[in-house]
């Protein structure tokens, strides 16, 4: 009788805890222990021009934060770093919808009755052009960041980035 009566209580704080609003809302306006709806924090800033369908940037900006921890830096380094991410983001964001493209390209050059090489090499061609623009963004923002941080921070930053291979490693 006691064993069915602990159940029945578990069974009932389950759906307690599962009913409330927040229970799974990550990146929804909820934010745990840092406030409620209404609250204005830095998890409440839309990085890097919003929220898109689908994209929880609120894991880049804990990313960011996490960083920054790390490192020591100032609100001056801090904004620098910021808006580094965000351009190296926004040139990422531009090659989404390359993959789309590509496997459209490809496809098209296969069901031909003889395989469509310009096809190929104007699709290689637009990947050649957007990563020449990938790789001026990420060479001027990396500038920017190494003549803002010192040495150590330097230093930290790389070790950093040596170490953590993908997202998954961060965790954060």
């Known amino acids: ?21 927040y229970a799974f809302a990550h990146d929804r306006g909820w934010h745990g222990w840092h406030g409620g709806p209404g609250r204005r924090g830095w998890q409440d800033e839309q990085p890097w021009g919003g929220q898109g369908p689908g994209r929880g940037f609120g894991r880049a900006r ?3 934060r996490f960083v920054y921890e790390r490192l020591g830096t100032s609100p001056a380094q801090e904004t620098v770093l910021a808006d580094a991410a965000e351009a190296v983001a926004g040139s990422f964001e531009s090659l989404r919808g390359e993959w789309q493209q590509s496997r459209g390209d490809l496809a098209r050059a296969l069901r031909a009755d003889a395989f469509d ?48 291979p993908g997202r998954g490693r961060w965790n954060v």
Do not use: N, S, W, Y
């Not at 009788?1 to 609003?21: E, N, Q, Y």
């Open 117 to 164: 090489v310009e096809a190929m090499r104007g699709l290689f061609g637009r990947h050649d052009e957007r990563i020449k623009v990938l790789r001026e963004v990420l060479v001027t923002q990396g500038a920017r960041v190494h003549e803002v941080l010192d040495g150590r921070q330097r230093a930290a930053l790389a070790d950093f980035l040596e170490r953590a």
């Open 1 to 21: 009788m006691f064993g069915f009566f602990f159940g029945a209580m578990c069974l009932a704080g389950m759906v307690f805890v599962l009913r409330r609003p």
């Open 62 to 64: 804990r990313m960011l």
